[in-house]
């Protein structure tokens, strides 16, 4: 910049690329555009997600770092960071699906996604068939020659119901269908590609970040064509994520594998307890004995069933609001897999608009309560857990 005008250097500073050392931590990127030397280097990088980075909306340093941390962890072939799990979730679902389109989904889906399939079935045509989830057989009557894709939950909310991915992957084995699985409850714990899944969804916001500082998205892809497909759909869609908050994510990371095993003892500790006391009619958990899928759970989650429990309390809907109130160092908070532990009363908060007949339809008592279990000491949480439960009573 020698011999420019003063003001032209204060738009012009130098940028420092690392010369005989490399940052042992993922560097943030927030800048959001990249230049050439030539305009066919630009051109080409229109082309896809691994091309090089030009506006941030296709692409920045930091996020791809995500991505490629994602696409490892899943043993996938590629991931598409988003904004929020639920960007996610659209870009996969608006990217792959059109008018006329047949969509086969577990009927215990996280509202949202429940949500966006009804939206996409009043306003573009889709058609949405809802199973059980218990049995590969309805997935094979259901199929049609539109069925587009066959959407899970690894562990559904808040009912800690866990599907059978080998069987329901095998049930649409050479048919051309797309397996989506939301995999949020269990990162880690569980890797749904090396079950026969194609595409595995998170909100990173939950167990990925992991320290209630940050919202975020991703889907990570068995197969690059639909990789790239789904990318040229969400760079339009504009789901892209801030490079803070993925920078936020990767920092998260390191310490998953610490905070997920914790987070999973804790909560077969808890509803061990909460199993066996008097207030508590039934315990949602995968690692307990008596769930449903348990035997399952045992295969697909043999290092831990996760950091969410639900449980049904004998006083109904008053005794599981006055429970959720109750607690003192448990936090009544919508979210999960944070490194605080938070409670939630569905029937009062989040399936408020449900009467009793609806709730149940849906698998949630009028008194069940959901706990995300966090780090703090099991014994300190089953003390708070044990008041709020004598007050509920």
């Not at 849906?362 to 949480?381: F, K, Q």
Request: aromatic share 6%; charged share 20%; hydrophobic share 40%.
């Amino acid at each position: 910049m020698t011999g420019h005008h003063p003001q032209t250097r204060a738009v012009h500073p130098p940028v420092i690329v690392p010369e005989g050392s490399r940052p042992l931590g993922v560097p943030l990127y927030q800048g959001h555009l990249f230049s050439f030397d030539a305009s066919d280097e630009l051109a080409t990088a229109f082309e896809g997600p691994d091309e090089a980075f030009f506006y941030a909306r296709m692409g920045n340093p930091t996020v791809r770092a995500l991505e490629h941390a994602l696409t490892e962890l899943e043993g996938g072939s590629g991931t598409l960071a988003t904004a929020s799990g639920m960007g996610a979730v659209n870009a996969v679902l608006m990217g792959l699906l059109r008018s006329g389109d047949h969509v086969i989904a577990q009927a215990a889906l996280y509202g949202g996604t429940h949500a966006l399939l009804q939206d996409l079935a009043a306003r573009w045509g889709v058609e949405v068939t809802f199973v059980s989830g218990d049995d590969p057989a309805e997935v094979r009557d259901a199929l049609r020659d539109t069925t587009r894709i066959l959407y899970l939950e690894t562990v559904a909310n808040p009912t800690t119901h866990v599907t059978d991915l080998p069987a329901f992957t095998e049930a649409v084995r050479g048919t051309g269908v797309l397996t989506v699985v939301d995999n949020t409850f269990v990162p880690l714990l569980c890797r749904p590609i090396e079950h026969g899944v194609d595409i595995v969804v998170h909100s990173t916001t939950k167990y990925l970040g992991g320290h209630g500082d940050t919202i975020g998205g991703a889907a990570v892809f068995a197969d690059k064509a639909v990789h790239q497909r789904v990318w040229e759909h969400a760079v339009e869609l504009g789901s892209t994520p801030d490079p803070f908050a993925s920078w936020l994510t990767v920092r998260g990371l390191a310490t998953m594998p610490l905070r997920v095993a914790r987070q999973s003892a804790s909560a077969l500790d808890l509803a061990r307890r909460l199993a066996a006391h008097p207030s508590v009619a039934r315990v949602h958990y995968p690692g307990l004995e008596d769930h449903p899928q348990h035997d399952i759970a045992r295969r697909l989650l043999p290092d831990g069933a996760g950091g969410v429990l639900a449980f049904e309390l004998h006083g109904g809907r008053d005794a599981g609001r006055t429970f959720s109130e109750a607690v003192e160092l448990v936090s009544l908070g919508p979210s999960l897999g944070d490194i605080a532990t938070l409670v939630m009363h569905p029937a009062s908060t989040s399936h408020r608009q449900l009467d009793a007949a609806s709730l149940a339809a849906a698998g949630i008592g009028e008194g069940t309560v959901r706990l995300s279990i966090g780090l703090e000491h099991p014994g300190d949480l089953w003390a708070d857990i044990d008041q709020a439960l004598r007050k509920a009573a």
